[in-house]
T-cell receptor, first 110, second 114 residues
Framework: AQSVAQPEDQVNVAEGNPLTVKCTYS??????LFWYVQYPNRGLQFLLK??????LVKGSYGFEAEFNKSQTSFHLKKPSALVSDSALYFC????????FGKGTRLHILP | NAGVTQTPKFQVLKTGQSMTLQCAQD?????MSWYRQDPGMGLRLIHY???????DQGEVPNGYNVSRSTTEDFPLRLLSAAPSQTSVYFC?????????????FGSGTRLTVV
């Protein structure tokens, strides 16, 4: 079965610094990967997805994700963090349904 | 375009009471699902539906019932509430179960069972 793992429960980054939220995947066949964000007291919102093609995928709010087949990773990145980026981030993979990771809480420190 | 609407936003129940969490979508999505979110547990799938009249169990279905009489609505029923059902519940919908275009989530229902 397909799965994703988010090795960090929490990531702290100073405002203005680059941020990375890590995700690794395990799939048979070609992966179909997502990132979602959850702001406090809100549902999950779609950020971006990778199907095929360019390994760097651009998404909402200035986020991007880098697909690395050799490392089976799909890390979420942003060049310059904002305090408003503080949220819970979920990596996900498509199987017969979408399978979500356990989430990584991102704290941007002012 | 309202997307996925969940009601109520907050609810407190006594142990043994029953209630229905409402979910409605206006995107003509065939696939709808219910998740619960608990600290450190991520999202766990309760029940899902691939179309009107068709429902199936997810990872944690015990204590919950669903029905899908229309494409738009997918209510979740708690038969006899227990403290272990204290959680935040999310409804999600999509064109298909595989989520080719991703899932659209509602804003959640925070349920406390005392």
């Amino acid at each position: 079965a397909q799965s994703v793992a988010q090795p960090e429960d929490q990531v702290n980054v100073a405002e203005g610094n680059p941020l990375t939220v890590k995700c690794t995947y395990s799939v048979s066949g070609n992966p179909y990967l997502f990132w979602y964000v959850q702001y406090p007291n809100r549902g999950l919102q779609f950020l971006l997805k990778y199907i095929t093609g360019d390994n760097l995928v651009k998404g909402s709010y200035g986020f991007e994700a880098e697909f690395n087949k050799s490392q089976t990773s799909f890390h979420l990145k942003k060049p310059s963090a904002l305090v408003s980026d503080s949220a819970l981030y979920f990596c996900a993979v498509r199987d017969i349904s979408i399978i979500f990771g356990k989430g990584t809480r991102l704290h941007i420190l002012p | 375009n309202a997307g996925v609407t969940q009601t109520p936003k907050f609810q407190v129940l006594k142990t043994g009471q029953s209630m229905t969490l409402q979910c409605a979508q206006d995107m003509n999505h065939e696939y709808m699902s219910w998740y619960r979110q608990d600290p450190g547990m991520g999202l766990r799938l309760i029940h899902y539906s691939v179309g009107a009249g068709i429902t199936d169990q997810g990872e944690v279905p015990n204590g919950y019932n669903v029905s899908r009489s229309t494409t738009e609505d997918f209510p979740l029923r708690l038969l006899s509430a227990a403290p272990s059902q204290t959680s935040v519940y999310f409804c999600a919908s999509s064109y298909n179960r595989q989520g080719d275009y991703g899932y659209t989530f509602g804003s959640g229902t925070r349920l406390t069972v005392v």
